[in-house]
């Protein structure tokens, strides 16, 4: 029989530890014993691999205060409701899980269950940081479900929050119609909360807001074309044959020096044209079967984008396999977060490698996300009410 610390250890370290394993975190975590702490936040990554021990993940939870935000997460990584009154009074209290790993895992439940609670947090006088940071990431993740939040996100666009405001916006879409004159004074630069990482950002979240491309392309244009062009990318990306103007500039771009750079650029490509042969190569060179999971490098990213462009990528699905197999977990992670990272690594390998035996066995073909249509009534002209006169700078 396994001891505690040695179980900890297995399923923090390994992708496949045997059942005995997490019956023994489980156990630790549950009871008062001196691994309770660091079963605790393995529990709370563990996601269906506890799927056999909800009931007594549950009884904890409601017998004891101490380690319910970990008992709260274990349960809503099952997708199962009985977390829900844990996590209001956490929200309640000003105990709310602030990493964003776990609020992906929140994410999971029903957006109409923890809204109230959410809104709560977001209208506390003065915010807290971290807590407010963590509910504007879990409505971003919710998208369009987030719409009845909108009056206490708009509010956050005055302040600190404001990056992270204009992301829930942009997520909701149509919802958010309302506040396309703010988004659209974000993106130009002529909010006097504007910051020089807004705009890129805002004229994106306008045209999901109102299905007018105009703003967009011509801010993340402009980036792309002025040499901050890492930041203009996965929103031209997004616009797909929308930005067929940009095309010849982000083509050149796939051979830029940073690693960042290149690999945007080339799903970029993907998306615009259509056309793989330039984005595959670049973006296979990126994946490295020895990453640790340091964030310098876009090796996720590049699995990603190689799953979306399917069948034609079909040269990566040897490497991908072998990354899948390996036994142990990415290392560079913190403890707290480490199976959650390494899971999201593995299911982005899993679901790159499915699209791409899918499109290659004759399954439906990947494609570029269709555009939000236009808003009725746009007018010609307003993108020149926006910006000014030709050559206005945006920053």
């Known amino acids: 029989m396994r001891t505690a610390g040695s179980a900890v250890k297995a399923v923090?370290?390994?992708?496949?530890?045997?059942?005995?394993?997490?019956?023994?975190?489980?156990?630790?975590?549950?009871?008062?014993?001196?691994?309770?702490?660091?079963?605790?936040?393995a529990l709370a990554q563990a996601g269906p691999a506890v799927s056999a021990h909800a009931d007594r993940i549950a009884r904890a939870l409601d017998e004891r205060r101490g380690r319910g935000d970990e008992l709260a997460c274990a349960?809503?990584?099952?997708?199962?409701?009985?977390?829900?009154?844990?996590?209001?009074?956490?929200?309640?209290?000003?105990?709310?899980?602030?990493?964003?790993?776990?609020v992906r895992v929140l994410a999971a439940l029903p957006a109409a269950e923890l809204l109230p609670a959410m809104r709560a947090v977001l209208r506390q006088d003065p915010p807290k940081y971290h807590a407010s940071t963590s509910v504007l990431e879990l409505l971003a993740q919710w998208g369009p479900a987030s719409a009845p939040a909108l009056p206490e996100v708009l509010p956050y666009l005055d302040g600190p929050y404001a990056y992270d405001a204009l992301?829930?916006?942009?997520?909701?879409?149509?919802?958010?119609?309302?506040?396309?004159?703010r988004l659209a004074g974000f993106a130009t630069g002529r909010a006097p909360q504007a910051r020089r990482h807004h705009p890129r950002l805002?004229?994106?979240?306008?045209?999901?807001?109102t299905g007018d491309p105009a703003l967009a392309l011509a801010v993340c244009g402009a980036a792309v074309g002025s040499g901050s062009a890492s930041h203009g990318l996965p929103f031209l990306a997004d616009l797909g044959p929308l930005a067929a103007a940009h095309a010849d500039t982000v083509r050149a771009l796939v051979e830029s020096p940073g690693a960042w750079t290149r690999v945007a650029a080339a799903h970029a490509y993907w998306r615009i044209t259509g056309d793989p042969e330039p984005a595959v190569p670049v973006l296979l060179a990126e994946v490295d079967p020895e990453w640790t999971g340091l964030p310098a490098l876009p090796r996720r990213e590049a699995v990603r984008h190689l799953g979306?462009?399917?069948?034609?990528?079909?040269a990566a699905a040897p490497l991908l396999r072998r990354i899948l197999a390996a036994e142990e977990r990415l290392s560079h992670p913190y403890d707290s977060v480490r199976i959650l990272a390494d899971e999201a690594y593995v299911r982005t390998l899993t679901e790159a490698?499915?699209?791409?035996?899918?499109?290659?066995?004759?399954?439906?073909?990947?494609?570029?996300?269709?555009?939000?249509?236009?808003?009725?009534?746009?007018?010609?002209?307003?993108?020149?009410?926006?910006?000014?006169?030709r050559g206005a700078r945006t920053r």
């Not at 019956?23 to 936040?41: F, G, I, K, L, P």
């Not at 992301?167 to 004159?181: I, M």
């Not at 805002?202 to 807001?209: D, E, G, L, S, Y």
């Open 202 to 209: 805002a004229a994106w979240a306008h045209w999901r807001a």
């Open 12 to 41: 923090v370290r390994y992708r496949r530890p045997g059942p005995e394993c997490w019956d023994a975190v489980v156990t630790a975590a549950c009871e008062e014993t001196r691994h309770s702490w660091d079963a605790a936040r």
């Open 308 to 314: 979306e462009i399917g069948a034609p990528a079909a």
């Open 167 to 181: 992301r829930v916006l942009g997520r909701t879409g149509p919802a958010a119609a309302g506040a396309a004159d």
């Open 75 to 102: 349960l809503a990584g099952l997708g199962d409701l009985r977390a829900l009154p844990a996590l209001r009074r956490l929200a309640r209290d000003g105990h709310f899980p602030t990493h964003r790993m776990h």
């Open 353 to 389: 490698l499915a699209r791409i035996g899918a499109s290659a066995d004759g399954g439906p073909a990947a494609a570029p996300m269709p555009a939000p249509a236009p808003s009725p009534g746009l007018r010609r002209g307003v993108l020149v009410r926006w910006l000014g006169p």
